[in-house]
């Protein structure tokens, strides 16, 4: 492969990663979607932004296999090509039902895919190269999310369907990908290594709760504020795709932070994580004002960043090669993902919780909590040490 191959082939992987990120680009559509279908129920609106999660995950669970029967090159293609279809065709489409299984098949589309980029970048590539080319594919990953929410965003002022243009992103992504990657002979994808065993870490349920309560309120966040701020008279559907947009941003520092923050405060980065969702769920619950609501966005995805890498290390800790370990954790992360919705509506209900706001205020209670548990885990930790 020649040097202006190795260029055009890493292009293109890296434009494929752009996709990854886009699912949640048009939550800020909630407010003129729950508009454009007023006998919808919120809830089922709230479903279209999370839905691609849970069919991402049963994705997932199937890419391997698929590529085995007909190589990585084709399993990528077959699921860049569902998302064209599935992110373009809400632009015409105006039954629900079919607006709801064009949301799930993108989220099945972009699961074909997302977990075998990191054995293609490795096939092509080796050494300092591979690693830098797997930071580069985080951070296309980060910018995708960033520019399709931005877009979004934008077109949305127009109207719901517009929105959706902003997946014409999917188009040279496929095309690129099509004519630029190299097809790689039929094999085992992810061999299994003798690192990479059945065994669980002790403390694995554990880690799957807590996954699962940080995740629900880290995504009732992001389905609620659109409508927070349209109903409270502050923002619109334009300037609530703003506050998505700095939550990407602040997941994008709050991955860059993370290596070098864990080094300095292993675990108690927890600590850090859970009082930057806090503060950020006071700013969003007293706002009313666009900029409040937008830092609330950004401390959210830099408190969520910190979390989640936290988890996956922690899983990776224990025991010894922890795939399934690591699979679990991401069911529950989707899960929660896709669950939030009806999590946030049977919150509401069972606690007679009218208010959006007052639906924020619980989420600072919920970090409060957890942010004061892991302090004094922590500080008994070091008690322990000191004797």
């Known amino acids: 492969m020649t040097k202006q191959q190795q260029v055009l082939t890493k292009l293109s992987i890296l434009l494929v990663s752009v996709i990854t990120a886009s699912a949640p680009a048009i939550n800020a559509n909630i407010p003129v979607l729950a508009k454009a279908f007023p006998s919808v129920p919120l809830a089922q609106?709230?479903?279209?932004?999370?839905?691609?999660?849970?069919?991402?995950?049963?994705?997932?669970?199937?890419?391997?296999?698929?590529a085995r029967k007909i190589g990585l090159k084709q399993t990528v293609l077959v699921g860049v090509a569902i998302t064209v279809i599935a992110g373009l065709a809400p632009i015409m489409i105006t039954s629900f039902p079919l607006l709801m299984l064009s949301?799930?098949?993108?989220?099945?589309?972009?699961?074909?895919?997302?977990?075998?980029?990191?054995?293609i970048i490795s096939y092509f590539f080796q050494g300092s190269e591979r690693s830098q080319t797997l930071g580069f594919q985080s951070t296309f990953e980060g910018l995708g999310g960033v520019l399709v929410t931005f877009i979004a965003g934008q077109l949305v002022r127009f109207n719901w369907h517009m929105s959706f243009w902003a997946y014409v992103i999917t188009v040279p992504a496929f095309v690129m990908f099509a004519l630029f990657v190299p097809r790689i002979p039929k094999a085992q994808p992810q061999q299994k290594t003798a690192q990479q065993s059945s065994h669980l870490p002790k403390a694995i349920f554990g880690y799957l709760i807590l996954t699962f309560v940080v995740i629900t309120f880290y995504m009732i966040m992001g389905i609620k504020v659109p409508t927070l701020m349209v109903s409270a008279g502050y923002g619109t559907a334009t300037s609530a795709s703003y506050v998505i947009l700095a939550l990407s941003l602040g997941a994008m520092l709050g991955?860059?932070?993370?290596?070098?923050?864990?080094?300095?405060?292993?675990?108690?980065?927890?600590?850090?994580?859970?009082?930057?969702?806090?503060?950020?769920?006071?700013?969003?619950?007293?706002?009313?004002?666009?900029?409040?609501?937008?830092?609330?966005?950004?401390?959210?995805?830099?408190?969520?960043?910190?979390?989640?890498?936290?988890?996956?290390?922690?899983?990776?800790?224990?025991?010894?090669?922890?795939?399934?370990?690591?699979?679990?954790?991401?069911i529950a992360y989707n899960l929660a993902g896709s669950l939030s919705p009806y999590t946030a509506l049977l919150l509401q209900n069972s606690l007679h919780i009218a208010s959006i706001r007052n639906l924020f205020w619980l989420n600072t209670l919920v970090f409060v909590i957890l942010a004061v548990v892991f302090a004094f885990i922590s500080w008994r930790r070091s008690a322990n040490v000191a004797k």
């Open 45 to 66: 609106i709230e479903l279209l932004t999370t839905i691609p999660s849970l069919f991402l995950l049963i994705a997932i669970l199937l890419s391997n296999w698929v």
């Open 255 to 330: 991955g860059l932070l993370f290596g070098r923050l864990f080094t300095c405060l292993k675990d108690r980065i927890l600590i850090v994580a859970f009082t930057a969702l806090t503060l950020a769920m006071v700013a969003i619950a007293v706002s009313n004002a666009t900029w409040l609501t937008v830092i609330g966005g950004f401390l959210t995805g830099i408190g969520a960043r910190l979390f989640f890498p936290w988890v996956l290390n922690a899983v990776n800790l224990e025991g010894s090669g922890n795939t399934l370990a690591t699979s679990l954790i991401l």
């Open 103 to 119: 949301r799930a098949a993108f989220g099945f589309g972009v699961g074909l895919f997302n977990s075998l980029l990191v054995s």
